[in-house]
């Protein structure tokens, strides 16, 4: 199991231990730019809707690729509301176990089941503050109608509690997941009466190759964030040429794939050291993806004659987008299962990648 819970400093306490990103002055950002680093216009946009939603209470719905940094935007969002100064507690819904996941969010009794304590649960160990669930596409069904009364009754009742044992909360809920739950309700495994409950604020965070402009500043934050945490003496400098490939990079993990990067990188060639465009080739491997049963598709970052960096980004997701297709008898909705996107959001990137390549 998964749970973390932190009780955070007010926001004007936050700016010296948020983000230290070496080369870059933080005392004149807001505190949404030091917690949520990058400032490319998809992320732009993203800030400047938290910014507006934070303040409310409203539940909000954060969906996004694994490794696009969900559990950070929750916490900027609490860091941002009035409960700023009460628990944040993190939960990861598919890192429980079935039989123990109500007790877990819920609480129990002694003798609620067998070898029950009177416990608290991680509702009210959030009281007051936040309490985000984390992968809840992995809820089971069971748990699913469970938490749809809570969220509609404010109430929590322990396993083994009777109906005057239910406790009151005063939680907002902040829910994220990975997968498309509009097909996941479509196909029975997710509650739509839930999904709605949920949605009533959605927040999609873009995958890391769709805003190519954050990496340098990503780069910075993570070298200085591997650097605390592995014990290197300083962090690790990436060389022009090194940085120019992780720019290019498809990056399918996400940020989550660029910090392991950087972690091995910094390793190898130790603290202070200079990561150069050969460090950075070795270490990445040719981009593969499993998309039609046993066939794999490669990409590369090989430029075309003559074609600019943005030209190349539209060229390889169109490619992408016809060869998934063509494998699964151009089926759109299938095509979209294989590349975990929305079906809607994938024909309009396409659409939008098409007409500029058609413009070039």
Same mark, same amino acid.
């Given at each position: ?26 005392? *004149? ?5 030091? +917690? ?19 303040? @409310? ?5 954060? !969906? ?28 990861? @819904? *598919? ?6 996941? +109500? ?5 129990? !009794? ?182 039609? *049963? ?12 003559? +074609? ?53």
């Amino acid at each position: 199991m998964q749970v973390r819970s932190n009780h955070p400093v007010p926001p004007q306490a936050t700016a010296s231990h948020l983000i230290a990103v070496r080369g870059l002055n933080l005392s *004149g950002l807001s505190v949404l730019d030091r +917690e949520i680093v990058g400032d490319s216009i998809p992320m732009k946009e993203v800030k400047s809707f938290i910014g507006k939603v934070a303040a @409310c209470q409203s539940t909000i719905l954060i !969906t996004g690729e694994s490794g696009t940094g969900k559990e950070v935007v929750a916490r900027a969002i609490h860091n941002m509301s009035v409960r700023a100064n009460r628990p944040f507690v993190a939960v990861n @819904c *598919g890192a429980i176990p079935e039989s123990l996941i +109500e007790s877990e969010l819920f609480g129990s !009794t002694k003798g609620g089941f067998t070898g029950a304590t009177t416990k608290k649960g991680l509702f009210a160990v959030a009281s007051g503050g936040t309490i985000f669930l984390d992968e809840l596409g992995e809820m089971p069904p069971t748990m699913q109608v469970k938490l749809l009364r809570v969220l509609q009754e404010r109430k929590v009742r322990p396993v083994g509690a009777t109906e005057t044992q239910e406790v009151t909360i005063d939680v907002r809920v902040i829910a994220a997941t990975n997968k498309d739950l509009e097909r996941e309700v479509g196909e029975g495994r997710f509650r739509q009466d839930l999904y709605f409950r949920l949605n009533v604020i959605a927040v999609h965070i873009p995958p890391l190759r769709d805003r190519r402009a954050d990496v340098p500043m990503l780069t910075q934050h993570l070298l200085q964030k591997v650097h605390e945490r592995a014990g290197l003496c300083a962090p690790a400098r990436v060389e022009r040429e090194a940085q120019k490939l992780l720019n290019a990079h498809y990056w399918l993990g996400n940020v989550r794939e660029l910090e392991n990067l950087l972690e091995r990188l910094s390793v190898i060639v130790g603290g202070g050291a200079s990561i150069t465009a050969d460090d950075v080739r070795r270490t990445l491997k040719p981009l593969t993806k499993s998309v039609a *049963g046993k066939d794999a598709i490669e990409y590369t970052s090989v430029l075309h004659d003559d +074609e600019s960096f943005d030209e190349h980004i539209d060229r390889q997701q169109v490619e992408l987008y016809n060869r998934v297709l063509e494998s699964v008898g151009s089926n759109h909705s299938e095509a979209a299962r294989k590349l975990k996107i929305n079906r809607t959001t994938l024909h309009e990137r396409i659409k939008l990648a098409k007409q500029r390549l058609a413009a070039c």
